[in-house]
């Protein structure tokens, strides 16, 4: 039995445990400090001295690292207490802060960068992700479920806009104050370390998974393998989810606002401003998933809102105008997203409660080994002057995903799918 909130408006949607909402409180601190990151990231590496090529491989080892240490929690996480991982995944989150703003040379930048918790994409890639699906995906059932997702992607949208707007104060202080701008880079990576103790705060607050009771009455279930019976459809979910990360590595939000400084020339709170409000647009589009997932399914919603949210993107590669390529890009924006939530619902639907941890790790790890082999590439064409090939190839990927999962899956029919 779930236990209910209090009536009234909630953060947590109906028939939901009140465990989640640390995690949600967690995922809103997280992007926040991910929001001006990802803008601030290539500003920072930029500023000390290093080359756009050197920030392609330092982001290609961001999301390396993750996806390793996703790996790990997928094969022997299950052996440990979720509660527990997240707090050394705080942490880390902690170490990693303090140990860029204290670095200026590239290759001990690339060692903490690869062993950290810094994420330049748009969407959630840390090793933090499956561990809060998995208690999530707990927390309630059928359409409460995709509810409850939409609302932990939508908070995590929403508070990624926000942070965005974060990435205009180093220019602000430095014209205030008359501070060093490289100096206030360096402030706010202190501050994305201190989040990481926030959370350290939030994570304790998190109830134990499962009674002790419950653990000794079912020593079975204990040493059952991570994946059972769902093994064939993760595997193939996870080979598609793939070919979609490989494609968003081609342009993480490091990387696009390296091509919006180097295309048209943005400054950087204007850079932070154009995140913010196509983050504003993604995560409200995030509102409207799970209605339509109930209206279509959760694959036609995934399927029919991406592709043209990658034409969008295409076309925008292919113009030379700001003000036509912002309105494209707003357009995608305000569709790209609303496969997260049904996304992750979907996961949760097709494998059974016992498989969840693991089938959150092993969808999410190929889709962070594929996303970290691309920033490297998409930082090699910009340096060579091929701005505009990023973006295309990620659209047009994308569009082949889109395709390949319809056709792959529109004959399974699963709980709220």
């Not at 113009?319 to 569709?335: C, G, K, N, Y």
Request: aromatic letters at 8%; proline letters at 6%.
């Amino acid at each position: 039995m779930f236990k209910k909130i209090n009536p009234g408006w909630s953060i947590l949607p109906q028939e939901v445990d009140r465990s989640a909402l640390p995690l949600l409180q967690a995922r809103a601190l997280r992007a926040i400090g991910d929001g001006y990151m990802a803008v601030l990231l290539p500003v920072y590496l930029l500023s000390l001295g290093l080359g756009t090529l050197q920030v392609g491989l330092i982001s290609t080892a961001t999301l390396l690292g993750s996806a390793l240490a996703t790996l790990a929690v997928g094969a022997w996480g299950h052996k440990v207490a979720a509660k527990r991982l997240l707090c050394v995944a705080a942490w880390l989150m902690t170490a990693t802060g303090l140990g860029l703003a204290g670095l200026s040379s590239f290759w001990p930048l690339l060692i903490v960068a690869f062993v950290g918790t810094l994420n330049p994409s748009a969407g959630d890639v840390s090793v933090f992700l499956p561990l809060e699906h998995a208690r999530l995906a707990d927390a309630a059932q059928g359409h409460a479920r995709t509810s409850l997702f939409a609302r932990y992607s939508l908070l995590g949208a929403l508070c990624a806009a926000l942070g965005a707007l974060a990435a205009a104060l180093p220019d602000a202080a430095a014209g205030w104050f008359g501070l060093e701008r490289l100096d206030v880079l360096r402030a706010m990576f202190v501050l994305y370390g201190i989040l990481g103790l926030g959370l350290l705060g939030l994570y304790r607050r998190l109830p134990e998974a499962v009674p002790a009771p419950l653990v000794t009455a079912l020593p079975v279930e204990r040493k059952a393998p991570a994946l059972g019976p769902s093994r064939p459809i993760v595997v193939r979910l996870a080979a598609l989810f793939s070919v979609d990360a490989f494609a968003g590595g081609l342009l993480v939000n490091s990387l696009m606002s390296l091509w919006l400084l180097e295309r048209f020339g943005v400054s950087l709170s204007q850079a932070g401003m154009f995140f913010f409000w196509t983050g504003l647009l993604g995560a409200l589009s995030q509102l409207a998933a799970p209605a339509l997932a109930r209206r279509i399914g959760l694959l036609n919603t995934m399927v029919f809102t991406h592709i043209p949210a990658n034409v969008c993107l295409v076309l925008a590669a292919l113009t030379p105008s700001w003000p036509v390529a912002l309105v494209l890009l707003s357009v995608r924006s305000a569709l790209s997203q609303m496969d997260v939530p049904t996304r992750t619902a979907y996961v949760m639907a097709v494998v059974t409660p016992a498989e969840r941890p693991a089938a959150a790790s092993f969808t999410s790890v190929p889709r962070s080994l594929a996303s970290a082999l691309s920033p490297s590439l998409s930082g090699a064409l910009l340096a060579a002057g091929w701005i505009a090939t990023p973006l295309i190839a990620c659209g047009l990927l994308k569009i082949g995903y889109d395709l390949a999962l319809w056709r792959a899956m529109r004959h399974h029919r699963f709980e709220g799918a």
